[in-house]
């Protein structure tokens, strides 16, 4: 099921679908993402938006990218929400295409939130976020009876969040940790997880580029992760847990 806002606009309008795209694999677009792309007047979308995906959107459709610009900073975004609400007061079908699920890592809140309060009706579409997505397409299963009994999604941005992570919760074991946009910290995350007592020796995993046709999958121990995460670019997903061991013989994509 998907939400849909119930307050009336108070102005002709039209209407804003916050769309997860999964993370590359086109053929991982939800049927109802593809019939959203296909129809759409406006698609707002950003980096992690894979061009594969960006093929099936409606030819005739306006494209308005805000990801990164050339120099490199990304679209405030305050100006992101701006956009989504000027094209639904023009009254059009606006999907806003991101990567994985909307509400994961995604600040999809944030631009719902300033749809509300504008009274521009909308709904959400779910995606398969990385965490899922890529370690299928890697073979390592994110539970497992011998391995882990829980999952937790990080944020990298550990700065930037604000908040404190609960390392010590992290670090008890039987548990496999996804940390998103993980590179540039991975030396904290390395040395925070060892110092809250999680073994060196843990099997660890990062997935760049998850289930596109450039996926690579570098694995070894928690005490290798920094070094690993020099030699991968983004996206990457980094994965912490016995349950990466099962990537040598479950991988099954190439
Ligand atoms: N909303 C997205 C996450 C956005 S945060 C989701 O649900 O997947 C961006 C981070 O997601 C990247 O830095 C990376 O850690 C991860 N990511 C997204 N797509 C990925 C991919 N194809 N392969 C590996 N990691 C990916």
Known sequence: ?????????????????????????????????????????????????SDEIMALVNSEAERIYVGKRLNHHCVAQDQINQVLVEQAQQNKQVVRLKGGDPFIFGRGGEELEKLASEH??????????????????????????????SVHFITGHLKKEGMDIDWASLSKGNTT?????????????????????????????????????????????????????????SPSLIVVGSVTSLHSQLSWFR
């Open 120 to 149: 521009i009706p909308f709904e959400v579409v779910p995606g398969i976020t990385a965490a899922a997505g890529c370690t299928a397409y890697a073979g390592i299963p994110l539970t497992h009876r011998d391995h882990a009994q």
């Open 1 to 49: 099921m998907t939400l849909k806002s119930t307050q009336s606009p108070t102005h002709p309008c039209g209407f804003v679908s916050l769309v997860g795209a999964g993370p590359g694999d086109p053929d991982l677009l939800t049927v109802k993402a593809l019939r959203l792309i296909q129809n759409a007047e406006v698609v707002v979308y950003d980096r992690l938006v």
């Open 177 to 233: 940790l996804v940390f998103y946009m993980g590179l540039k910290e991975s030396p904290n995350i390395q040395q925070k997880l060892i110092s809250a007592g999680l073994c060196q020796q843990t099997s660890i995993a990062i997935i760049e580029r998850g289930t596109t046709s450039q996926q690579r999958v570098l694995t070894g121990e928690l005490s290798q992760l920094s070094s690993l995460a020099k030699q991968a670019v």
